[in-house]
């Protein structure tokens, strides 16, 4: 299997800079128009892909943790669907190619390529004889995104029935055949979501973080009961595993973390003060 590391030249540690340069380094050295062996485009076209990948820092934890398999029709379990996304954030680079979502390493096309390494445009074409893609914008809420929704718009002045999968984050493209829509998704009043994980943040007693208790957690699917530890301490951080987002098209699902954060009251009773003196002289 293809190792996206060795066929840029870099390490699991490299820097976006460093990966930017080995990429470009690469491309010039494999590019179909510059180099001549038989399997320059085979090489050119591995190159691109493994830059498309580690550029992204969202691709790029998917990889390390899943492999080449988590960027294959179908992969990690899913069944191919009527479109294939990508997790490119749409404002960092707007354009992708024609198959498959891939970019070009900060060029808009792969004859700006050819362009910056050989000083002039290609004479095979650029961006002018391509055809321009349309794109458009939808607006999710949190849930919609979370849950997937299908929604009627308009697209070319034509009314369209758009299905969008559970699990698309802000800035997922979702390519149609006829057109690219890009997702915007409105923040959550308190889940903070990082790909496919969310977090929230969870206050409990002084008392409960002394002794444990039991807490009430909001997670996707409903409130859940969860037990709190005796002697928990600020800023513990509990996984519930696969109570997170789905990723598209596919039975997996992220995780939630639950933060805790122990409220300290500013103002006590007598009692309770003289209580939390007995528990000082306890506990030192």
Known sequence: MTDYYQVLGVTKNATPDQIKTAYRK???????????????????KEINKAYEVLSDSKKKTMYDQYGQDAFEKGGM?????????????????????????????????????????????????????????????????FDEAVKGVEKQTVINGESRKIKVPAGV????????????????????????????????????????????GVVDVPTLEGSIKLKVRAGTQLGTTVRLQGQGVPYPNTSRKGDEYVIYKVHVPTRISGKAKRLLEELKKEIG
């Open 77 to 141: 379990g899913g069944q191919e669907g009527p479109f294939t996304y990508t997790y490119t954030n749409y404002g960092d680079n707007p354009f992708s190619s024609q198959e498959g979502g891939a970019d070009f390493g900060g060029f808009s096309d792969p004859f700006e390529i050819f362009e910056q390494f050989f000083g002039f445009r290609s004479p095979f074409g650029g961006r002018g004889q391509q055809q321009k893609r349309q794109m458009y914008e939808i607006n999710l809420t």
């Open 26 to 44: 690469q491309a010039l050295a494999w590019h179909p128009d510059r180099n001549k062996s038989p399997e320059s485009h085979e090489k050119f």
């Open 169 to 212: 984050d802000n800035g997922t493209r979702i390519r149609f055949s006829d057109f690219d829509l890009v997702v915007a998704v409105k923040a959550h009043p308190y889940f903070k979501r990082d790909g496919q994980d969310i977090y929230i943040e969870k206050d409990i007693s002084y008392p409960t973080a002394v002794i444990g």
